[in-house]
Structures are given as C-alpha cells and as structure tokens.
C-alpha cells in the first residue's frame, strides 16, 4: 500500500510498501496520460505499472537516488472502477535509523490528463 502523502514545498509525494495500488474511477472508456516523477530506495529497480492487471509499461531505475520523470505511460481505462498498479521488483526497505516505515518506490505530483479533452477521472483511494 501507500504511506501517507509527503509535502515537499509545492509538492507532493508518497512511497509505496511495494505494490502501490490506485482505484481510478473513469465516467466512460478513455485513454488517459500519466505523468509525474518516481524514484525507488533500491536501485537498480525494475518498476512495472499495471492497469486492470495487464501490464502498462516497466523500466529500470538505476544511479543515484533522486526522482526521475516517469517514462510516457498511456493508459486505457475503462468505464467505472479501475485499478492501477506501482510495483516494485526490489523489496521495501527502512530508509533511515529514525524512519521505521517500509519503502520501495516513490512517485511525485502525479497527474492525469484525458487525450480526447473531455471530462476527466478520478482518483477514489
């Protein structure tokens, strides 16, 4: 799951345990875009978003810790509830001596945008 969400000036950012799952919900069927920033504690890292259970899109996070723009994820919902996945091929880990959570990956200012323009979706979770 997630750990509560970071603000970081004017950003936001949350890190998942692992398996970072959003419900989406989308008024209709629609293509959507996603963008924003990710980075994972251990690299290399091989990240795998799903939608739905198919697989969207997986790419390697390696180098030096810091955020990384997501790579071009386009994404089809369909109408209703939808379920999108941020997973992680390492295992979390605690952070810091003084920070006892569990953490992989962590993504930064996601956003949404629908490709036809119309209205948008939401996230429930």
Do not use: Y
């Not at 919900?25 to 990240?47: F, Q, W, Y």
């Not at 997501?70 to 992680?88: C, D, H, I, K, Y």
């Not at 945008?113 to 948008?120: I, K």
């Amino acid at each position: 799951g997630w750990h509560s969400r970071e603000a970081e000036g004017s950003s936001w950012l949350r890190w998942n345990d692992g398996a970072g799952r959003l419900t989406i919900h989308a008024p209709r069927k629609m293509t959507v875009c996603i963008s924003g920033d990710c980075a994972s504690l251990r690299r290399p890292n091989e990240l795998r978003v799903t939608a739905n259970g198919a697989l969207v899109a997986s790419w390697t996070i390696e180098g030096d810790f810091g955020f990384q723009p997501l790579p071009p994820l386009t994404v089809e919902l369909r109408a209703g509830r939808n379920l999108l996945e941020f997973l992680s091929s390492q295992p979390a880990a605690q952070p810091g001596p003084n920070d006892m959570r569990l953490v992989a990956v962590a993504v930064r200012n996601l956003a949404f945008s629908d490709l036809s323009g119309e209205e948008g979706c939401h996230i429930c979770d």
